[in-house]
């Protein structure tokens, strides 16, 4: 069946190209005019022929029409719409450069039109503004992408504060997150709290819930596409903010003229530079012992753009980040300082990316993508003890030493090549497909001990390396999708994505296909439907409610088989005339090969053997989101609403979690409401306010622990309660979720003509206790009447972040 089909797909996506008139070809960048930066998913269009076109991830846009009078029109929110007219005889380059338009400033989207809208066959994605993002107030000040992604409908947050993502019910590590097309293996800072994407750095991101084109893979539940800026070709640019926890620096400019770009960020925290004093003066005052200790993170983001000639660009796209923890303590002897003690904690771990990339017009309908990339993912863990004694010399030696070296290590590593080819044969065909090839290197776990001990005349020596070895994996993948167009109704996206991986001796394949299709019932009104099949080769181990280092990442084996799903979408997308677009979108996700420890097994810190700690099992996940967003005018927002259910069972032989019986998944909720809300009342003043609502989250308890007459109740902060007797995992919920954020910007000109802008933001505004997390206490009382104690056990709530304001100072020149 295959055999016969292909044929006629391949004739689908490579033909249709008409015959019986002449048509010439216009292609070209469109970039800003006044930095140069190119404007991704602009919008081509031709009043004449209604066709249209929008540019790649690189501004680059073809368009082919039949010859005669032609009537362009070039778009992009936040500029003005230039018209160009001509008579079309052969084929035209067009580069355009777009103006700024200040009547416009104010708006803020959250989707394209173009790809995402009433009119786009693209379903269940978004494009996100970095404006936007940097505009949604957040814990501390720090604005964050990944928050603002968790107010989407469809993505949820794990815990309090976390920069998590479970989208339509997948687990955190089932998104691709990718910076200038590498991905990212651990995007977090601060056990989670805060993201790795400095806002500063970034030009463009998009979001992908459903529907994934062919071109995307190795992920289950999301891809987020992040851009970074290429940097100003005309002049240097900058902007530097500092805040309550961290200080940001962005520098951006030609190195040649219009031909030679940089673009950097740092951020850093200082969090340990300001604790240093009150350390010093807290061991002072307690005859402490701890010399030094601290906790930091930082960013760079780097990237260089060289033209080499009209058809040809060089990108080179950096990224470093790095948490750190250390500690150093030691204690001398307190008879007559003869002995000395010392110990030393360093932890770092984080992320570290580079991509060489060439991009390459091949004709005026067919565009390269060429990129080597490197990624890699480590986190270390280093301890050490020293203890010296001195001793008088009739002890017959002088001293007794001992040094441990402990160190721990684990992480991944990608190499990865990759070519892209954009082909636009004509104005109903969208052509993409391409390959690319990964080596990865998988590193679990090495720990690493050394321990000398010179006790006088006896000198002992430990030196030993433990842990699992190393598995290598290479992936490749291939994939051809089209964007089709069926007259002005119909409007089709087709793909097919090929994977492969070849592991320890073992292979596994994957067929995947794609479909979308888009049906236009009028210039406002359309329905929209999708489905998609995708596979994912990796697992990420995790015992913690939070992001931790610790998290490891290991690839699918002969026992762990590759994680599959299957998902469908279906929407109506309405745009009701100025004043909003309105859309529903239903789903249903079936999940296969999920991973979840054994019950009583736990992973602490060593990969050995993991495969006998997990079991196999399915998940389903199905919801209905509603988005209303208002994109226009001095107030924009959006409101959005997921109503959801995910759920896992575990009953195959080998594999059984909860009695075979089916569960709901730890991040499984119910409700989601967000409403976010932005208002511009000048050029000096813009306020922000986001409000969350969500139903608790899943954990479990052991409820056979109470007794018949200590049901388990809440305590302070929350109201009493009785459960009965359950035993089943995630058989408890916390108490709903609900938090609202508030913002204000005051701008003002220097006077040298920069702007800069003061930030107060208040976190938790009336200070909602939200619970962390929920443990079990016992408390014993006695009895005044028999003299007997009595055991009580009930459960209490842990709240992280009450009431927080924060403020910012940020200036651009």
Excluded: C
């Amino acid at each position: 069946m295959m055999k016969q089909t292909l044929p006629y797909l391949i004739l689908l996506f490579a033909t249709a190209h008409p015959v019986f008139s002449q048509r010439h070809t216009i292609s070209g960048y469109v970039t800003d005019r006044e930095n140069g930066e190119p404007l991704i998913s602009a919008i081509v269009f031709d009043a004449g022929s209604s066709g249209g076109t929008v540019t790649n991830n690189f501004g680059y846009y073809s368009l082919t029409l039949p010859a005669g009078e032609v009537s362009l029109e070039y778009s992009y929110i936040g500029y003005g719409k230039p018209k160009i007219a001509f008579r079309l005889e052969n084929d035209t380059v067009l580069n355009i450069r777009l103006d700024r338009d200040n009547m416009l400033e104010e708006v803020t989207v959250i989707g394209n039109r173009s790809e995402t809208g009433v009119r786009g066959s693209q379903m269940s994605a978004v494009d996100v503004p970095v404006e936007q993002i940097k505009n949604i107030p957040t814990l501390f000040g720090e604005n964050d992408l990944i928050k603002a992604l968790q107010l989407l409908p469809g993505v949820q947050s794990g815990t309090e504060g976390s920069a998590g993502l479970y989208v339509r019910g997948g687990g955190p590590d089932e998104n691709l997150l990718l910076l200038d097309g590498v991905p990212l293996y651990n995007v977090n800072h601060s056990l989670g709290f805060f993201s790795v994407f400095n806002s500063d750095a970034l030009k463009n991101v998009s979001l992908y819930k459903g529907s994934f084109p062919a071109r995307f893979g190795g992920r289950l539940s999301s891809v987020v596409d992040v851009r970074m800026k290429d940097g100003d070709d005309k002049k240097i640019r900058g902007t530097a903010s500092i805040g309550l926890i961290a200080s940001k620096l962005q520098l951006e400019g030609p190195i040649v003229k219009e031909k030679t770009t940089f673009n950097i960020s740092l951020r850093r925290t200082y969090i340990d530079i300001l604790a240093r004093p009150f350390i010093r003066m807290a061991q002072e005052d307690d005859g402490g012992d701890v010399k030094g200790a601290g906790y930091y993170f930082y960013d760079v983001n780097a990237k260089f753009t060289h033209k080499l000639s009209e058809r040809d660009k060089l990108y080179l796209s950096t990224y470093f980040g790095d948490d750190a923890v250390y500690m150093k303590t030691g204690t001398p002897s307190q008879s007559s300082g003869s002995e000395i003690r010392e110990e030393t904690l360093d932890w770092d771990w984080g992320n570290a990316i580079a991509t060489l990339r060439w991009s390459r017009i091949l004709s005026n309908k067919l565009f390269m993508n060429t990129s080597a990339s490197y990624t890699r993912y480590r986190s270390t863990l280093g301890g050490s003890y020293r203890s010296e004694t001195r001793y008088p010399p009739e002890f017959g030696y002088e001293r007794e030493k001992e040094e441990t070296h402990l160190t721990y290590n684990s992480g991944i590593r990608d190499l990865t090549l990759k070519s892209d080819f954009d082909y636009t044969p004509n104005v109903n065909h969208d052509v993409k497909f391409g390959a690319a090839l990964t080596s990865h290197t998988f590193a679990p776990d090495v720990i690493s001990l050394k321990i000398t001990s010179d006790s006088g005349p006896q000198e002992e020596r430990i030196d030993t390396v433990t842990g699992s070895p190393r598995v290598y994996a290479l992936e490749t993948a291939t994939f051809l999708e089209d964007n089709i167009t069926f007259g002005p109704m119909f409007k089709v996206n087709l793909g097919i994505h090929l994977s492969s991986f070849h592991v320890q001796g073992d292979s596994y394949f994957s067929l995947q296909p794609r479909a979308g299709l888009r049906v236009l019932l009028g210039d406002d009104l359309s329905l929209k439907a999708g489905y998609a099949m995708m596979n994912q080769y990796i697992h990420m181990l995790s015992s913690n409610i939070v992001s931790m280092p610790t998290d490891l990442w290991v690839p699918a084996t002969s026992r762990i088989k590759p994680m599959k799903s299957h998902q469908y979408a279906a929407g109506i997308f309405y745009s009701l005339a100025h004043i909003a677009e309105l859309s529903v979108e239903g789903y249903y996700k079936t999940m296969e090969n999920l991973l979840e420890y054994k019950e009583g097994a736990s992973f602490v810190g060593a990969s050995s053997n993991w495969e006998e700690k997990v079991s196999m099992g399915r998940g389903t996940a199905f919801g209905i989101e509603f988005l209303a967003q208002r994109s226009f005018g001095n107030t924009t927002g959006w409101l959005g609403y997921t109503w959801s259910k995910s759920d896992r069972i575990f009953d195959r032989p080998g594999n059984v979690i909860n009695n075979g019986k089916r569960f709901p998944a730890k991040y499984d909720r119910r409700h989601d409401i967000s409403l976010t809300a932005m208002h511009r009342f000048s050029e000096k003043i813009d306020m922000s306010a986001s409000w969350v609502f969500s139903t608790g989250n899943a954990a479990t308890f052991a409820f056979h622990e109470f007794t018949a007459s200590d049901s388990p109740t809440y305590r302070y902060p929350y109201y009493p309660a009785t459960y009965a007797y359950v035993e089943a995992r995630n058989n408890f919920r916390y108490d709903s979720y609900h938090r609202l954020d508030l913002g204000v910007n005051f701008h003002k000109k220097t006077r040298r003509g920069n702007l800069s802008t003061w930030n107060i933001s208040v976190y938790n505004a009336y200070n909602r206790l939200n619970p962390f997390y929920v443990f079990v206490r016992s408390e014993e009382s006695k009895d005044l009447g028999t003299g007997e104690w009595k055991s009580k056990k009930s459960l209490h709530q842990a709240t992280l972040f009450p009431v927080l304001p924060s403020v910012s100072y940020m200036i651009k020149f």
